[in-house]
């Protein structure tokens, strides 16, 4: 299926949702970027990759919802400051603060980093040492094999 922003697809069983929102990403190839809000059995998870702060529109929609689960950009993470395309450590933690204070996560969701720089070399931090940054900020790390119970 193509999907527009804020189309909405609907599983078989009315029991899934999918809906499309509009992303702050690269369009220079035509492409309309998409963050995604997936819900099953009343739990709504927020997947945001290859996002920077979410267009106007876009927050909007977002703050109809409380998440049980929240996957979020981070792919400059401290590298250098990304707010656009795709975000860094500082305004992650801004966006994690602004659904805690306006009250947009079930109690025990998971807000969970990823998309984590394009290129690894010696000077990007190891798993270990984003996980212990994001740790104080109750973040966690995605990782291959990532398993989630909510």
Partial sequence: HILDPFDTLTGQDDDFTLTALAADHDTTAGEEPLIY?????????????????????????ITRHRFDVVVLDCTCHQLQECRHGHLSTEPFLELKHRFFTEGLLKP???????HIVHAHDAT??????LTRIFADHDVLVAHDGMTLHI
């Avoid at 025990?108 to 990823?114: C, E, K, L, M, S």
């Avoid at 990007?124 to 040492?129: H, V």
């Fill in 108 to 114: 025990g969701a998971h807000f969970i980093a990823q």
């Fill in 124 to 129: 990007n931090p190891s798993a270990d040492e």
């Fill in 37 to 61: 809000i997936l819900e099953h059995a009343g739990k709504p998870l927020l997947y945001a990759s290859d996002t920077g702060w979410v267009p106007d529109e876009t927050g909007g929609h």
